[in-house]
């Protein structure tokens, strides 16, 4: 009897255990939901390795969520004007938002339910040799160690623009083989627009993150510049369209911002001063387009924003300048959103987007299996599925055209973030559209992709033939590790631009 009440109480006991251990979880997976997904989607657990999450995510977390019990201080090593600008936020709370038992809880539960490390895709390149372009490595011998925030192909005038870290504009003539200056600012340069009305010069400010904005935007009317008053937070892109037909520009400003940003539109009223509207304040927007997306007359937005809350949104144009904000994707905030483009991939009829994933300047510097190239198609009533994945680590930039004139659309990919460690690894791959009804393409890549570190890209008809060419422009900035040897390599060839030249035509 006495044996078969220990057996029973035993029983009882195992149970209790279990229960307590499995209410715990659910407890535990309740504040992930509802903690982690507040204000963007709810990150996998599974896409950071424990040691991550346990070094650099929580005690980040932990911090804007109010809980102090780790030795981690968001403001050391800041100045006392930028820990003012980061206080004044709001992002990290002044009191603690859960009991500390429950924080415990919810760092013990994501720690164990981590994976020690991630898989990456074995993946090799098909071919190491791009045909039918031509790499034309080239060096601005009177202008070293350039490092470029800002490039387009000017259709117009047939030549390169750059802005660099200086805040020197620049033009490259790439058949005269010749570099002019055009005029210079007092920070780096991150977009140049132009109108029929005027051209407009932004620079970024504090080019590292900040919280303290120091952004402006300079606009020139027949050679003359002025400083538009706004002071702006980081500002990475700014598109000039006339929004409202009033034949007035107004300024669409990716306010990339830190902790944190906003898109925002700079609209002239009738004394031609600029009045501010504040379309949606997130972190991180990066890109703009601007297009009549639902067929009304109207001028609409698409935007990228890349931090915390990682989205794509179309605003809609209503009256007055007034816009409807419809989030139509969005991604795990440890994605890296980095830029897009808008194509007809299938000839529909309507836009379809392309995003790349790779941006990991960041706290969490692994290769990540979840970078690279997306490519979402729209059902024609602008809700859009993910349809196609490639797999490229770091990616930051995509171009999207008919390159082989074949009548599909081929991408051209760049990394800013590779790991330098894997040779197999390319920072630049040329995606070749075979089959769009099944999306099958075919990758290759090239050794003089290696010659620099790579940040932007553009396409354009560079040489003048009658097909796109592909441009990049370097950017040595030490963002991640770089083993010394390829630091020195870049050093040695010292390439400010690689030109693809097209040889279709």
């Known amino acids: 009897m006495r044996i078969t009440q220990c057996i029973l109480l035993l029983s009882l006991f195992v149970t209790f255990l279990y229960s307590c251990a ?5 407890k535990a997976l309740e504040l992930y939901d509802t903690n982690c997904s507040s204000c963007h989607l709810r990150p996998s657990i599974q896409s950071l390795p424990k040691a991550l999450w346990k070094n650099r995510v929580l005690p980040e977390m932990g911090a804007r969520m109010g809980m102090r019990d780790s030795a981690y ?17 709001g992002i990290f709370a002044l009191s603690p938002l859960l009991e500390q038992e429950e924080w415990q809880l919810l760092k013990d539960y994501i720690i164990e339910q981590a994976p020690d ?7 090799r390149i098909a071919h190491d040799h791009l045909e039918g372009f031509i790499p034309r490595p080239t060096t601005f011998d009177t202008l070293s160690g350039l490092m470029f925030t800002f490039l387009n192909f000017d259709a117009h005038t047939q030549k390169i623009e750059l802005g660099d870290i200086s805040g020197r504009i620049l033009t490259y003539d790439f058949r ?17 627009s132009k109108s029929r009305n005027a051209a407009y010069v932004t620079t970024v400010g504090k080019l590292n993150p900040s919280e303290t904005a120091s952004g402006r935007i300079f606009m020139e009317k027949e050679g003359v510049f002025t400083e538009i008053p706004e002071i702006l937070h980081r500002p990475v892109h700014t598109a000039v369209e006339d929004l409202n037909g009033d034949g007035k520009d107004e300024l669409l400003v990716s306010e990339f911002g830190y902790l944190t940003g906003k ?16 379309l949606l304040g997130l972190p991180g927007v990066i890109r703009t387009v601007v297009k009549d997306i639902d067929g009304d007359g109207k001028k609409d937005i698409v935007a990228l924003f890349s931090q915390g809350d990682e989205n794509i949104s179309i605003f809609y144009q209503m009256d007055g300048l007034k816009f409807r904000l419809d989030k139509v994707i969005r991604f795990s905030p440890i994605y890296g959103s980095s830029w897009f483009e808008l194509i007809d991939f299938d000839n529909d009829g309507d836009d ?9 300047a960041d706290k969490t510097y ?24 490639y797999p490229m680590n770091g990616a930051t930039r995509v171009v999207a055209k008919d390159f082989d004139q074949d009548g599909d659309v081929d991408f051209g990919l760049l990394s800013t973030f590779p790991d330098y460690e894997n040779p197999k690894e390319s920072p630049f791959v040329y995606l070749e559209n075979k089959n769009a009804a099944d999306f099958t393409f075919e990758d290759s890549s090239l ?18 033939d009658g097909d796109e060419d592909i441009i990049l422009s370097s950017f040595s900035y030490a963002f991640t590790p770089v083993p010394e040897e390829k630091t020195n390599f870049w050093r040695e060839k010292g390439i400010d631009l690689l030109i693809l030249e097209n040889k279709t035509r």
């Open 352 to 360: 379809d987007i392309v995003t790349v994933h790779g941006d990991n």
């Open 176 to 192: 005269q083989k010749k570099l002019a200056a055009m005029n210079h600012f007092p920070r780096p340069i991150t977009w140049f």
């Open 263 to 278: 898109l925002t539109l700079l609209k002239q009223n009738d004394a031609m001063e600029f009045e501010k509207q504040v």
């Open 117 to 123: 490390s991630l898989m990456m895709p074995h993946k």
């Open 366 to 389: 692994i290769p990540k299996p979840y970078h690279g190239l997306r490519l979402h198609i729209n059902d024609g009533n602008n809700q859009f599925e993910e349809k196609y994945f």
């Open 22 to 26: 499995e209410n715990k979880e659910k």
């Open 73 to 89: 201080n968001p403001y050391a090593g800041h100045s006392f004007k930028e820990q003012e600008a980061m206080m004044k936020s």
């Open 447 to 464: 050794e003089e992709s290696n010659y620099a570190r790579w940040l932007l890209m553009d396409t354009g008809d560079v040489d003048g």
